[in-house]
């Protein structure tokens, strides 16, 4: 019997995903009640942290796969450990890896391109993008935020860093420039309020202690009973979730597999290059102007 191999890229498939938009709502989950999870990410910054294991390297790559397949969205990863974005290098464009005068490099060319993108929503007369401004999204995704603000480099580093993080993400969510941010070390140091409050969506995965839990939430939640720490360490992806002007909510988390994440970055790759949205050359200008 003869076997029909097929690409792993899927060029013998019908592209499934050219009308896929970041402005759509982004698919997290399931609630405790069976419902579907969905989140605006363009407009809403999104913080992720827990104890190890707790599932939040599941959440990073759901919104890092929907980023990938989304058309006029661009990526720009900081992944001091490589491998939970890697999949993702070759269509971002930047990938920082444990280098983190790079990333504070990347940072400042960011901020550029927001305050750019003011300056045209001014003269627009408006206060955020739209969808139909066909601007390109761009994604900023960091995997363990504790390495670029504790371990790597000098406390100047770190602390410009710390800066130019929280001025992105203050600037960001109205422009189409979103954060997501991730780590396991659940600690006021690592996640001050100033830069906590700043996230409209935070998920909160499995915590040893109240005051952990309500670092990531606000301070007050655990008193209220939504603490992370009742959380069964067995149920990994299970997380309370907090969205812009409600109460936490219990939620389960999506997992893609490795398999799965590496076939969807592959997929992505393919679909960028005949879609037109060519992987730019690196250390260049023209892929930070703010033109679609």
């Avoid at 969905?38 to 913080?47: I, K, S, T, Y």
């Avoid at 927001?114 to 960091?142: F, M, P």
């Avoid at 959380?231 to 936490?248: C, F, K, Q, T, V």
């Amino acid at each position: 019997m003869s076997v029909i191999s097929r690409s792993p890229l899927g060029t013998d498939r019908i592209p499934v995903a050219p009308n896929l938009s970041m402005f759509d709502p982004m698919f997290v989950g399931i609630d405790e009640f069976g419902e579907h999870v969905m989140l605006d990410v363009v407009f809403h910054n999104l913080l992720i942290a827990g104890e190890p294991g707790g599932g939040k390297s599941g959440l990073i790559n759901l919104a890092a796969s929907k980023a990938a397949l989304a058309a006029n969205t661009r990526m720009v990863l900081l992944d001091a450990k490589f491998v939970e974005l890697g999949p993702y290098r070759d269509i971002a464009d930047a990938f920082i890896g444990n280098d983190i005068e790079a990333a504070i490099s990347v940072l400042k060319r960011l901020l550029t391109v927001a305050t750019n993108r003011y300056q045209w929503i001014l003269s627009q007369r408006r206060r955020k993008v739209s969808r139909d401004d066909n601007l390109s999204t761009i994604l900023t995704i960091i995997d363990e935020l504790a390495m670029f603000s504790t371990v790597l480099g000098t406390k100047a580093q770190q602390e410009e860093f710390e800066g130019l993080l929280r001025g992105l993400v203050s600037l960001g969510r109205a422009c189409g420039m979103p954060v997501v941010a991730a780590t396991q070390r659940t600690s006021w140091d690592i996640i001050p309020a100033s830069l906590r409050d700043l996230f409209g969506y935070r998920c909160a995965f499995r915590c040893t202690t109240n005051g952990s839990s309500d670092v990531i939430l606000g301070q007050g939640w655990a008193d209220l009973g939504y603490t992370a720490t009742d959380i069964d360490p067995d149920n990994r992806g299970a997380a309370w979730l907090l969205a812009e002007g409600g109460i936490p909510r219990r939620i389960k988390a999506a997992y893609l597999t490795d398999e799965q994440i590496y076939n969807i970055a592959d997929y992505a790759a393919w679909m960028r290059r005949p879609s037109g949205i060519s992987t730019p050359a690196p250390s260049t200008t023209s892929q930070w102007e703010m033109a679609a």
